[in-house]
């Protein structure tokens, strides 16, 4: 019961940290007056998806505390000891009462819930891993298209630098040229 709770504490409280922090990323970004759209609509996203997720953590956390202090924890715990008391030891136990298997029946219908709960939070993280994944990859497309550009405007620029070494009439004149003179040919 206690690591429950505790384990019930800590999501609560990364959750709303998370949330918290999640808020302020909105706020900074719509104060962001110069940020291309693609950028701000990834972060808005981004903000939107990890808020959902922490919301779910604040929600499981809150549901797990609620099974151990609503009591339900220790009715479970007192279901199988209800055959035991005053049975002796060879006797078969009687059958449990249809409120016992009602009560059964709700908590594993609660635990499947949690479960399908951390399953949601999960395909959300997953989505804002790929959807992290596509931007960085479109910015590191533009990034290399853009230096695959200067590479290529640095060669055009070399290989002229080379026929101009080629050929010397077209290299510019330096002082230690003979044939260089101040006035044009008359």
Known sequence: MVYGLILAAALVLVGSATVIRQRKALRALADEPFLPDEDRAYRRGQARRRAATSGLLVLLGVLIANYYLS??????????????????????????????????????????????????????????????????????????ADHDVKLQRDLAVYRQQKLNARAPGLKPPSVADDTAIDEPPV
């Open 71 to 144: 009591g339900m924890d220790a009715r479970m715990d007192a279901i199988p000891d209800q055959n035991k008391v005053g049975a002796e030891p060879d006797a078969n136990p009687e059958p449990r009462s249809d409120s016992d298997r009602q009560f059964t029946r709700l908590v594993g219908f609660y635990w499947i819930g949690v479960m399908g709960l951390v399953f949601v939070a999960v395909c959300l993280a997953v989505v804002d891993f790929w959807a992290t994944r596509k931007y960085w990859m479109a910015r590191y497309k533009e990034l290399k």
